[in-house]
């Protein structure tokens, strides 16, 4: 999991912001479940970690910027060292540092999906535009709930499943 400058927030309605919060509660939640490793880039303070909160995977801050995320050598090392095939990406810009990091990444043979619910454009005019774009690459959009619901019916432990369920409800 990737989370791209996930503080940076355009103007957003008091609904919009109160639904994103608990998209990124439900990530954060979801995350800790699976053991899922994260990595930040740039601005994400909304997911940072509180003073002795636990997390269940491991949890990375990479320098730089994302447009030069495949360049970084911590999160290519990472990724080398592990046997990740499916990156899934959050934040914000789409049209911009988005789109160029998951371009990048299935031109590099990794499978992207992008949780639409916790992803902002810096223009919604572009918005479906950039979706499009990118599916045409083959990277795959979808919220939070469906990305662990996926994970839950591919996991053979009816305890997760139940946890998921719990969660989700």
Known sequence: MVLINLARAGDQT???SGAREAGLSLLKAGLAL?????????QAAP?????????AGPMGELEGD??????????????????????YLC????????????LQ????????RLLSDLIEARSNDDRALAFDRLASHGV???????MLLEW??????ARLKQSVLRLLS
Do not use: K
């Not at 997911?47 to 997390?55: H, N, P, R």
């Not at 994302?66 to 592990?82: K, R, V, Y």
């Not at 795959?140 to 469906?146: I, M, P, S, W």
């Open 34 to 42: 699976f053991a899922v490793p994260v990595m930040t880039i740039g």
């Open 66 to 87: 994302a447009l030069s995320l495949w360049h970084n050598e911590q999160f290519t090392a990472a990724l080398d060292a592990s046997d990740t095939r499916i990156i």
């Open 105 to 112: 990444g299935a031109e590099r043979g990794y499978e992207i």
């Open 91 to 102: 934040g914000s810009w789409l049209e911009e540092d988005i789109f160029i990091v998951a």
């Open 47 to 55: 997911f940072s970690i509180a003073s002795g909160e636990q997390t």
């Open 14 to 16: 008091s609904a919009a």
């Open 140 to 146: 795959l959009a979808g919220t939070v709930r469906q």
């Open 152 to 157: 839950a019916a591919f996991c053979d432990d």
